[in-house]
Antibody, heavy 122, light 111 residues
Framework: QVQLVQSGAEVKKPGASVKVSCKASGYTFTNYFVHWVRQAPGHGLEWMGIINPSGGGTDYAQKFRGRITLTRDTSTSTVYMEVGSVRSEDTAIYYC???????????????WGQGTLVTVSS | DIVMTQTPLSLSVTPGQPASISCRSSQSLLHSDGKTYLYWYLQKPGQSPQLLIYEVSNRFSGVPDRFSGSGSGTDFTLKISRVEAEDVGIYYCMQSVQLRTFGQGTKVEIK
């Protein structure tokens, strides 16, 4: 079955960087765009960015441009999200999710990864 | 950026009664391809979100028919005809006509 499995929880000090992985299985990795969404404690969902696993092209929400980097490794069907210079406000659950339709057309998300808690604390 | 505004932000419903959530976008979600890219998700407690409705009014695979979506342009509605205990959680609308934006979420509880 189609599955996205994320790496485990992270604890980081302010100013450090954090890299979260999302391993895809059950489908052709390069056919579906992958997105990252975060949810701060007690808050709603916030879209962060998108990556095309085929060519590696990315786009980011204005708020995150210059702070996050999305990359992929086609040999392992894995997408990575790196947040640089984290601060306390970056404490959140980070989700990867996939377009439910192939080819990058505007669309919704299914399935979702299980989420990765990133805690930023001194 | 397109801003998505949901109302109400919380809802307490008696089982078996209907519920309705509104979502308004700051710009039309009608794409040049003729489709309207408005989606609804439910995030149950402790779980990842799940897709309920795509392109305004289409139920995703496995979604019960008590859920329905309607609307056009900038105004959209999610309706639950008869709320069940398993429907508790936070409902989000999302647009995908210009990157992606979520609404603030509507928390649905059972009375």
């Amino acid at each position: 079955q189609v599955q996205l499995v994320q790496s485990g929880a992270e604890v980081k000090k302010p100013g450090a960087s954090v890299k979260v992985s999302c391993k895809a299985s059950g489908y052709t990795f390069t056919n579906y765009f992958v997105h990252w969404v975060r949810q701060a404690p007690g808050h709603g969902l916030e879209w962060m960015g998108i990556i095309n696993p085929s060519g590696g092209g990315t786009d980011y929400a204005q708020k995150f441009r210059g702070r996050i980097t999305l990359t992929r490794d086609t040999s392992t069907s894995t997408v990575y999200m790196e947040v640089g210079s984290v601060r306390s406000e970056d404490t959140a659950i980070y989700y990867c999710t996939r377009d439910y339709l192939p080819g990058g057309s505007p669309g919704g998300f299914d399935p979702w990864g299980q989420g990765t808690l990133v805690t930023v604390s001194s | 950026d397109i801003v998505m505004t949901q109302t109400p932000l919380s809802l307490s419903v008696t089982p078996g009664q209907p519920a309705s959530i509104s979502c308004r976008s700051s710009q039309s979600l009608l794409h040049s391809d003729g489709k309207t890219y408005l989606y609804w998700y439910l995030q149950k407690p402790g779980q990842s979100p799940q897709l309920l409705i795509y392109e305004v009014s289409n139920r995703f695979s496995g979604v019960p028919d008590r859920f329905s979506g309607s609307g056009s342009g900038t105004d959209f509605t999610l309706k639950i005809s008869r709320v069940e205990a398993e429907d508790v959680g936070i409902y989000y609308c999302m647009q995908s006509v210009q990157l992606r934006t979520f609404g603030q979420g509507t928390k649905v509880e059972i009375k």
